[in-house]
């Protein structure tokens, strides 16, 4: 037992020398920090609230002396405090939607993986008929029928990205199902859900940590799309998407309106692929073991 134990904490320790010796990750990691401490100290970093107007100030380009960092709209809101106040929307969207996604795409698919056979037949048939579904048009539907409610934003995006996650769970489950500490907690007695949720799915988190990592950006994509359709959240509050929305449309007479939203939502996009490259290389048990 010791033996194990301290091989867990050598493989935990390689992992982490991995993951810190990559230079674009631990940038990921200090530009997402970064970007998570502004969304959240939003309302300390400046006197403007969200949806209140400067009238002396419209359409004013960054200024120090005017208290308005990122400049003004066309109606003299400060871009500085919408754009921080946006990203919180478009974070907690990002991880609401991917934690929906992460929890039925892992049970459907390690369910499906485990079972084999006509279930697992029956439930990844089911995937695929969802998979030829125009999800984008199926979410839009969703959004006009019920209406801009920010929490049926989180459900609707995450109901309609878990078939990924599924695909990839049940991949991993197939090959896991038989292996001797499944087979050994199996003949001691141990129900099948029992094993699914305690030998399984625990099993898999590597992969689900690192594919969570490259959902959120797509998540986030969806939203400022939907956004930028008009069919987002609705005002006072507003997203990165929402933000780039009514940038475009000031592009040519105030172009930092678009410039520090689409700067906002690039770099937070680029931090969530690199680090989930980076976890990817430092839980790949092939790069820990040396081998091509």
């Not at 990203?87 to 996604?101: D, E, K, N, P, Q």
Request: aromatic fraction near 12%; glycine fraction near 8%.
């Amino acid at each position: 037992m010791r033996r194990d134990s301290n091989q867990g904490h050598s493989l935990f320790r390689i992992a982490m020398q991995s993951l810190l010796s990559s230079k674009a990750t631990v940038t990921a990691f200090v530009v997402m920090a970064l970007v998570v401490l502004l969304t959240a100290a939003a309302p300390l970093l400046s006197p403007w609230a969200i949806d209140s107007t400067d009238w002396e100030s419209v359409s004013t380009p960054p200024s120090v002396e005017t208290g308005h960092y990122f400049g003004t709209d066309d109606v003299g809101r400060d871009i500085f405090v919408r754009t921080l106040y946006g990203g919180r929307i478009s974070l907690l969207v990002g991880l609401s939607a991917t934690m929906v996604s992460l929890v039925i795409g892992v049970f459907w698919g390690a369910i499906a993986g485990y079972a084999g056979g006509r279930t697992d037949q029956l439930m990844m048939r089911f995937v695929d008929v969802m998979y030829a579904m125009p999800f984008m048009f199926f979410v839009i539907l969703l959004m006009v029928y019920f209406g801009r409610n920010i929490f049926l934003i989180f459900i609707a995006v995450g109901a309609v990205n878990w078939l990924d996650m599924a695909r990839i769970v049940r991949g991993q489950a197939l090959s896991m199902k038989h292996r001797e500490f499944v087979e050994a907690a199996r003949a001691g007695g141990v129900s099948h859900l029992n094993i699914i949720r305690r030998h399984i799915i625990p099993n898999l988190l590597g992969v689900v940590i690192v594919y969570v990592t490259l959902t959120i950006p797509q998540v986030i994509l969806v939203e400022s799309f939907l956004s930028f359709l008009g069919l987002g959240v609705q005002e006072p509050m507003t997203s990165w998407g929402a933000l780039v929305n009514d940038g475009a449309a000031l592009m040519e007479s105030a172009p930092w309106t678009l410039f520090f939203p689409a700067l906002f939502l690039a770099l937070t996009l680029f931090c969530f692929n690199f680090i989930g490259d980076g976890l990817r290389d430092a839980l790949d048990p092939r790069d820990r073991a040396g081998e091509p």
